[in-house]
């Protein structure tokens, strides 16, 4: 068996404007939880993007890496942390809002070829064998469907990981028939089956995911509460129990964020 894990978490944007304060905290606490605390992943098989390392060709090449040779009875697993937000899709008759869910990588600026989509998520994805125990965790604004002004603020505020402005190249590009992306899935087929895996989501697609200061250190809240119930439950509660615990704890605590699962493996445990 061969265990591998790819953390992403942008905390600094070329745009200070649109710099968040917990993702890489994120993926320490998820790179801690996984090799150390549970001792499931070797850190030689743990690569972490962070900041501007983590632009849209360093993600897709170490996607490849992370899913390249995978056997039954592998387990993989893929976290970003950082922004998130919705462009206008290629399309419109899978998509009822006309809209693709999207992260942000370091280097995205609204243009095709910085944005990750949810569809190029799909193909990267589509080759993991059955049998390879898949998870996908995403602490980012409108994630559910993605398988498919500042201020200065205290550490009390909230921040959200999304982009206010994003989308507005697309929507030029996509005008013409000429947009790299249409090129792109010209001979690809969007991908529709179910995902081969589990994606655990920060919330539902219109909604935002919070950046938050939770005891004395900035995290996700999706991410931070997650941590906190798979070591209280991991081993005895499935993924999709889980995030319904991770619900209940955000909606208490003040959130106002709806984590979601999808995949075939949401009703499996975190760990094999």
Not at 49 to 65: C, F, P, R, S
Not at 87 to 111: H, M, R, V, W
Not at 112 to 122: G, M, P, Q
Not at 146 to 155: F, I, V
Request: glycine share 6%; with cysteine; charged share 20%.
């Amino acid at each position: 068996m061969q265990n591998k894990a790819l953390l992403v978490g942008i905390n600094k944007y070329p745009d200070p404007r649109n710099e968040l304060r917990g993702c890489v905290n994120d993926i320490l606490d998820m790179e801690y939880f996984i090799s150390e605390k549970n001792k499931v992943y070797d850190k030689q098989n743990i690569k972490k993007l962070t900041d501007k390392a983590a632009t849209k060709n360093n993600i897709v090449e170490q996607i490849k890496w992370l899913v390249n040779g995978a056997q039954a009875g592998d387990q993989l697993l893929f976290h970003y942390s950082g922004h998130g937000a919705q462009a206008p899709t290629l399309f419109n008759k899978l998509e009822q809002d006309g809209l693709d869910e999207i992260i942000c990588p370091y280097d995205y600026n609204g243009s095709n070829e910085t944005t990750l989509r949810d569809k190029e998520f799909a193909h990267l994805f589509a080759g993991i064998p059955k049998g390879v125990h898949f998870i996908w965790i995403s602490d980012s604004c409108h994630a559910e469907d993605l398988s498919r002004d500042p201020q200065p603020l205290t550490p009390s505020d909230n921040r959200y990981r999304y982009f206010s402005k994003a989308g507005n190249e697309d929507m030029m590009l996509l005008k013409g028939n000429t947009s790299p992306l249409k090129k792109l899935f010209e001979n690809l087929p969007p991908i529709i089956a179910p995902l081969n895996g589990a994606l655990l989501s920060a919330c539902e697609s219109h909604e935002l995911s919070a950046d938050a200061y939770i005891n004395n250190k900035f995290n996700g809240a999706f991410t931070y509460y997650l941590i906190k119930n798979l070591i209280e439950y991991g081993n005895s509660k499935p993924m999709n129990l889980i995030v319904q615990l991770v619900n209940r704890e955000l909606q208490h605590n003040g959130y106002d964020q709806s984590p979601q699962t999808e995949g075939l493996l949401e009703n499996a445990n975190f760990f094999i």
